[in-house]
T-cell receptor, first 115, second 111 residues
């Protein structure tokens, strides 16, 4: 299995630009999670989906952030407009949601720098 | 959200020494996971625990699900330089879906 795939791996953009991060979960997994990691705040859960449906988006910082999962094999996290304080590493993770043996596998992350 | 207290925050040890770190919570968890993160990479799952008291090994790593279900421990025996990285614990509530992460333990192994 290829694991969780994220693109791009690195993104440098200017303040005010729209940023779209992409994720392909592990095939067969039915839950998908978006995290943000910074030195100051560690790993923060932004939003997660079960069977393509957003379940909890309470971690999304503000309206500038939005996430979609149009099908079981693809999700996007969009920031519009981006700001310097959005600079962080964004991880996508997926799980098979078997209640007795739930685990979570992370992608390699997208390092976002907003100038 | 749930608070997971992970300790120690950082460790500097000599190669060959054993390492212990732990994670505690105010809530009862059904699942504990331990991850290792290398610089520039995503966290990689090391060990998953699903039952109170469970002791699971993965090579030189051993993790335990605490009896109270509010804590978990990770031990690394005979550390080597490639053990360097940040170790995270994560816990899942009984009726929950998301995992709550600890703040990480940064491990440095001195050759």
């Amino acid at each position: 299995d290829a694991g969780v795939i994220q693109s791009p791996r690195h993104e440098v953009t200017e303040m005010g630009q729209e940023v779209t991060l992409r994720c392909k979960p592990i095939s067969g997994h039915n839950s998908l999670f978006w995290y943000r990691q910074t030195m100051m705040r560690g790993l923060e859960l932004l939003i997660y989906f079960n069977n393509n449906v957003p379940i909890d988006d309470s971690g999304m910082p503000e309206d500038r952030f939005s996430a979609k999962m149009p099908n079981a094999s693809f999700s996007t996290l969009k920031i519009q407009p981006s700001e310097p304080r959005d600079s962080a590493v964004y991880f996508c993770a997926s799980s098979a949601r078997d209640r007795s043996t739930d685990t979570q596998y992370f992608g390699p992350g997208t390092r976002l720098t907003v100038l | 959200g749930q608070q997971l207290n992970q300790s120690p925050q950082s460790m500097f040890i000599q190669e060959g020494e054993d390492v212990s770190m732990n994670c505690t919570s105010s809530s009862i968890f059904n699942t504990w996971l331990w991850y290792k993160q290398d610089p520039g990479e995503g966290p990689v799952l090391l060990i998953a625990l699903y039952k109170a008291g469970e002791l699971t090994s993965n090579g030189r790593l051993t993790a335990q699900f605490g009896i109270t279900r509010k804590d978990s421990f990770l031990n690394i025996s005979a550390s080597i330089p490639s053990d360097v990285g940040i170790y995270f614990c994560a816990g899942q509530l009984a009726n929950g879906n998301q995992f709550y992460f600890g703040t990480g333990t940064s491990l440095t192994v001195i050759p």
